[in-house]
């Protein structure tokens, strides 16, 4: 199974977040939400998270910036369960780093969701796509 497509929603007055109902089954057994990266959040269901986190600890070594990389993902992870109308609570200081207020864009991207705050998600997508096909060229022929 793989999370794909783009869902525009909006955090509640006390931030929390809704998933949409076609990708709740995703996150049955719960989720993990951290510090992305490009000022989003990581949003995985267990066993992407189990994947994602061991792969950090087998490629973070003891170098000061592997240090810093295991620090920015494991220190703001944070794990719950949806409620019974497919909410989550974004704490405030995972909501402040991706400048999260009203308006958020989940993406999905293949093992994870990522969570933007809207005006941030349009911003980056702008950008992208006056690069993507030097994007596209540039992995051309390569073996993914």
Same mark, same amino acid.
């Given at each position: 199974?793989?999370?794909?497509?783009?869902?525009?929603?909006?955090?509640?007055?006390?931030?929390?977040?809704?998933?949409?109902?076609?990708?709740?089954?995703?996150?049955?057994?719960?989720?993990?939400?951290?510090?992305?990266?490009?000022?989003?959040?990581?949003?995985?269901?267990p066993e992407e998270w189990?994947?994602?986190?061991?792969?950090?600890?087998?490629?973070?070594?003891?170098?000061?910036?592997?240090?810093?990389?295991?620090?920015?993902?494991?220190?703001?992870?944070?794990?719950? /369960?949806?409620?019974?109308?497919?909410?989550?609570?974004?704490?405030?200081?995972?909501?402040?780093?991706?400048?999260?207020?009203?308006?958020? /864009?989940?993406?999905?991207?293949?093992?994870?969701?990522?969570?933007?705050? /809207?005006?941030?998600?349009?911003?980056?997508?702008?950008?992208?796509?006056?690069?993507?096909?030097?994007?596209?060229?540039e992995f051309a022929g390569?073996?993914?």
């Amino acid at each position: 199974m793989a999370l794909l497509g783009e869902y525009e929603h909006t955090l509640d007055e006390k931030g929390r977040l809704t998933l949409p109902s076609k990708l709740r089954p995703y996150f049955e057994g719960g989720i993990v939400i951290t510090k992305g990266v490009d000022r989003c959040l990581f949003a995985f269901p267990p066993e992407e998270w189990a994947a994602f986190k061991a792969n950090i600890k087998a490629n973070a070594d003891l170098s000061a910036r592997g240090r810093q990389l295991s620090r920015m993902f494991f220190s703001m992870a944070f794990e719950a /369960t949806l409620d019974r109308q497919g909410r989550v609570l974004i704490p405030a200081k995972l909501a402040r780093y991706a400048g999260l207020e009203r308006d958020v /864009t989940l993406t999905g991207v293949d093992d994870r969701l990522e969570i933007w705050d /809207t005006r941030e998600w349009n911003r980056y997508v702008e950008g992208a796509d006056e690069t993507f096909a030097d994007i596209v060229e540039e992995f051309a022929g390569r073996e993914l």
